[in-house]
């Protein structure tokens, strides 16, 4: 039976999301105060619940071609790293949870991850293509340093020297260095790493429980120096926030040896715009009509998009001003290489689980 637990209207510390807007696939209706928020198991939404899922399948075909992937996993539903603009945060309402304070204190753990994948790369029917891990949500949240799905994950892609892709805001990674760097000598993986400012006291209010910018910077040079390809997301820029770090941003990581960087503009689709507006009026109230204003304009009036083609890039003066800062930026600091091309003669399906690649 369920208990409702009285929260304290002041901010929710080491959280993005603020409240917990109403799962629209739910009868029940429930408050999005955070004074009424229902919470499983007597537990307090500053606590974090892992829940342990066995899926039927993993590997998931991606349609967009916004995102320059073909193949997505994702090991985990949910993340811990609480970034209040997340656009995963409305798939958790698929799996029962809110989009909220949900999605980053219910996370579900998809035991099986590795066994799925090793069924999917071996069918005869698989041709092989590269595998994004975290499309959705990040592979190297918290859980994964107990859980250790992504490594396992990363020892199936080895052995049949199969192509992966990452992309993280976690130094965890580092702990699969040694995996990362076998799968380098054939050419089979690269690393996005997600940044978006330089500002660590921002980023403690976007992403509360994601590595600090420090460290991230620290990661992008540890990576490169072990010869790993590293393209560095920048996303989302919110204008108002963080669009006037774009040079300094560019001109750091080019400095520690990104081959490439890429960006995207802010979108607030789904209970987005609720959990930002929150978050905002909380965090900046001082600009926060002025920053939903400017985002809005991105979109043709509204906070969102979904049109390929515009939603990631957005329309308009704001939009075009800082796709222009990024191309000078580039130009400037020499980072606009071509994208990583991934190998993929050396796939081997037949490969006997037996045996290792060392």
């Known amino acids: 039976m369920r208990r ?9 510390s080491g959280r993005g999301a603020q409240i917990n807007p109403n799962n629209p696939f739910e009868n029940r209706v429930k408050s999005t105060d955070i004074d009424e928020v229902w919470i499983d198991n007597e537990l307090p939404v500053t606590k974090t619940r892992i829940v342990d899922t066995f899926p039927k399948t993993i590997v998931n075909k991606v349609m967009s071609p916004d995102t320059g992937m073909e193949y997505s996993l994702n090991p985990y539903q949910g993340c811990e790293h609480g970034c209040v603009y997340c656009y995963a945060r409305t798939t ?65 892609f080895l052995q049949y020297k199969h192509p992966v892709g990452i992309v993280t805001k976690n130094t965890l990674i580092l702990r699969d260095l040694d995996l990362l760097k076998k799968l380098n000598r054939y050419n089979l993986v690269s690393v996005a790493i997600s940044i978006n400012t330089l500002d660590d006291k921002l980023r403690r209010k976007l992403e509360p429980r994601a590595s600090s910018i420090s460290k991230r ?38 400095s520690l040896g990104a081959r490439r960087i890429t960006h995207i503009v802010l979108r607030l689709n789904g209970d987005l715009p609720e959990i930002f507006s929150d978050w905002l009026d909380k965090s900046y109230p001082d600009r926060a009509k002025k920053v939903l204003n400017k985002v809005a304009e991105m979109h043709n009036g509204k906070l969102g998009s979904s049109v390929y083609g515009e939603r990631m890039r957005g329309t308009g003066i704001i939009a075009d001003m800082i796709d222009q800062q990024f191309k000078m930026a580039k130009r400037m600091y020499l980072l606009d290489n071509p994208p990583f091309q991934y190998n993929t003669s050396v796939f081997d399906r037949d490969k006997s689980p037996q045996l290792k690649l060392f």
């Open 217 to 254: 910077l620290d990661l992008i040079k540890r990576l490169t120096s072990a010869g790993i390809p590293v393209t560095v997301l920048a996303a989302p820029i919110i204008p108002g926030l963080n669009d006037h770090d774009i040079f300094n941003l560019v001109k750091k990581v080019a």
């Open 92 to 156: 958790h309402t698929y799996w029962g949870y809110s989009s909220g304070t949900d999605f980053e204190t219910t996370i579900l753990a998809k035991k099986n991850a590795a066994e799925l994948l090793e069924k999917k790369i071996t069918s005869k029917r698989w041709k092989v293509h590269p595998i994004m891990l975290s499309g959705n949500t990040d592979c190297y949240q918290p859980v994964e340093r107990k859980l250790q799905l992504t490594r396992q994950l990363l020892e199936v």
């Open 4 to 12: 409702e637990i009285r929260i304290s209207r002041d901010v929710i």
